[in-house]
């Protein structure tokens, strides 16, 4: 039985965005026995640590380090329920790993849908400076036993593609130790699982799996930790075409977590397969949400231009709910990007309160016949 035939989302959580306090009480009403508190944020809100599994592999694995990146939280709920349709997979995948698993490391910025903590600190670049609450409680627990793997999990703009055509859906990245990018053999260990990975799914979401760019981040927390000897794999999740609640994104980012368990248990700390990672296509930064072309401005001379438009996700106070609003990114030619949505305004009328579309402003400007 493949994984993808028993995938089951978690039906607490249908939407993009999730509350901290909805979590919180799932956590302990629906799986208390698995849960512990290793924190409080900067707001006193609980971090909670889930454990799964008596093998003896280690894993730590964390979701929501930028807040305005729910995808892994879904997946690891999602995981669970679908196991529980199958107690084999789930026995024969949990009797040989211990898994570790952070929910929501930054609950602050979750609650506001924003990529910082509460005190405007990116979790993700504060690994030496240790100025947030949240990262201390990463890097204790990392430090608290020897972990075999570490799952970094993210997401990624709508802006990456594999080819220039396709979205990058998924992306997977081994971290690099140093600035030359040394392929060492923790690297390689990374290296293999992915590869497992993509073999899995490349069926499944064609040309659709990236390659993040393995530029070495001095200060970044996957990048740390595998300089300190614990082989660690990044998770982008990405766009999936005209699927911005990402449920389609969500579905496959929950599909590669287990096969990313299934194949560290089996590899065993081993590397064999690894090569295939370098068949993976680099992420390209390549398409806008929206390109108006050939837009006629309501000028006194002759402008013809593009006007490039990227949602923001922006979540309202009292609503459990995401709004995606457009803003202009780019005026002129932008022949050099694609949109995921193209609109040819040739002979139609450019109407606005301005002359020009205003970069960085929300669109304020209509296209009428």
């Given at each position: 039985?493949?994984?993808?035939?028993?995938?089951?989302?978690?039906?607490?959580?249908?939407?993009?965005?999730?509350?901290?306090?909805?979590?919180f009480?799932?956590?302990q009403?629906?799986?208390?026995?698995?849960?512990?508190?290793?924190?409080?944020?900067?707001?006193?809100k609980?971090?909670?640590?889930?454990?799964?599994g008596?093998?003896?592999?280690?894993?730590l694995?964390?979701?929501?380090?930028?807040?305005?990146?729910?995808?892994?939280?879904?997946?690891?709920?999602?995981?669970?329920m679908?196991l529980?349709?199958a107690?084999?997979?789930?026995e024969?995948?949990?009797?040989?790993?211990?898994?570790?698993?952070i929910?929501?490391?930054?609950?602050d910025?979750?609650?506001?849908?924003t990529?910082?903590?509460?005190?405007?600190?990116?979790?993700?670049?504060?690994?030496?400076?240790?100025?947030?609450?949240?990262?201390?409680?990463?890097k204790?627990?990392a430090?608290?036993k020897?972990?075999?793997?570490?799952?970094?999990?993210?997401?990624?703009?709508?802006?990456?593609?594999?080819?220039?055509?396709?979205p990058?859906?998924?992306?997977?990245?081994?971290?690099?130790?140093?600035?030359?990018?040394?392929?060492?053999d923790?690297?390689?260990?990374?290296?293999a699982?992915?590869?497992?990975?993509?073999?899995?799914?490349?069926?499944?979401?064609?040309?659709?799996?990236?390659?993040?760019?393995?530029?070495?981040?001095?200060?970044?927390?996957?990048?740390?930790?595998?300089?300190?000897?614990?082989?660690?794999?990044?998770?982008?999740?990405?766009?999936?075409v005209n699927?911005?609640?990402?449920?389609?994104t969500?579905?496959?980012?929950?599909?590669?977590?287990?096969?990313?368990?299934?194949?560290?248990?089996?590899?065993?700390?081993?590397?064999?397969?690894?090569?295939?990672?370098?068949?993976?296509?680099?992420?390209?930064?390549?398409h806008?949400?929206?390109?108006?072309?050939?837009?006629?401005?309501?000028?006194?001379?002759?402008?013809?231009?593009?006007?490039?438009?990227?949602?923001?996700?922006?979540?309202?106070?009292?609503?459990?709910?995401?709004?995606?609003?457009?803003?202009?990114?780019?005026?002129?030619?932008?022949?050099?990007?694609?949109?995921?949505l193209?609109?040819?305004?040739t002979?139609?009328?450019?109407?606005?309160?301005?002359?020009?579309?205003?970069l960085?402003a929300e669109?304020?400007?209509?296209?009428?016949?």
């Amino acid at each position: 039985m493949n994984f993808e035939q028993i995938y089951s989302p978690n039906p607490n959580f249908p939407n993009r965005y999730i509350s901290p306090e909805k979590l919180f009480s799932y956590l302990q009403t629906d799986l208390s026995g698995h849960i512990k508190e290793i924190g409080k944020s900067y707001l006193e809100k609980p971090i909670y640590q889930l454990t799964v599994g008596t093998g003896d592999i280690n894993i730590l694995a964390w979701s929501q380090m930028h807040g305005n990146e729910s995808n892994a939280t879904h997946a690891m709920l999602d995981l669970l329920m679908s196991l529980d349709k199958a107690p084999k997979l789930k026995e024969e995948l949990l009797s040989k790993i211990k898994l570790d698993f952070i929910f929501m490391l930054n609950p602050d910025g979750s609650e506001r849908w924003t990529r910082l903590n509460a005190v405007d600190i990116d979790l993700n670049r504060d690994f030496h400076n240790e100025s947030s609450k949240e990262i201390k409680f990463l890097k204790n627990l990392a430090a608290s036993k020897k972990y075999d793997y570490a799952l970094n999990l993210h997401e990624q703009r709508t802006i990456f593609t594999t080819d220039g055509i396709h979205p990058a859906t998924l992306s997977f990245l081994a971290p690099s130790e140093d600035y030359e990018r040394t392929v060492t053999d923790n690297r390689k260990k990374c290296m293999a699982v992915i590869a497992e990975v993509y073999n899995h799914l490349k069926e499944l979401i064609p040309n659709q799996i990236g390659r993040y760019s393995d530029e070495f981040y001095p200060t970044s927390t996957g990048d740390n930790f595998i300089k300190a000897g614990m082989p660690t794999i990044l998770f982008e999740g990405g766009h999936f075409v005209n699927d911005y609640t990402r449920k389609g994104t969500r579905k496959y980012y929950t599909i590669a977590l287990y096969y990313a368990l299934k194949a560290i248990s089996e590899l065993n700390h081993g590397i064999e397969g690894w090569e295939t990672y370098l068949d993976i296509p680099e992420n390209k930064e390549t398409h806008y949400d929206i390109i108006y072309r050939n837009v006629k401005l309501n000028t006194d001379h002759e402008c013809i231009l593009d006007v490039a438009v990227q949602y923001r996700e922006i979540k309202e106070e009292g609503k459990d709910e995401i709004s995606f609003v457009p803003f202009v990114m780019e005026v002129g030619d932008v022949k050099q990007r694609k949109g995921w949505l193209e609109i040819d305004c040739t002979g139609k009328k450019f109407v606005s309160e301005t002359k020009y579309p205003k970069l960085d402003a929300e669109v304020n400007f209509k296209i009428e016949d």
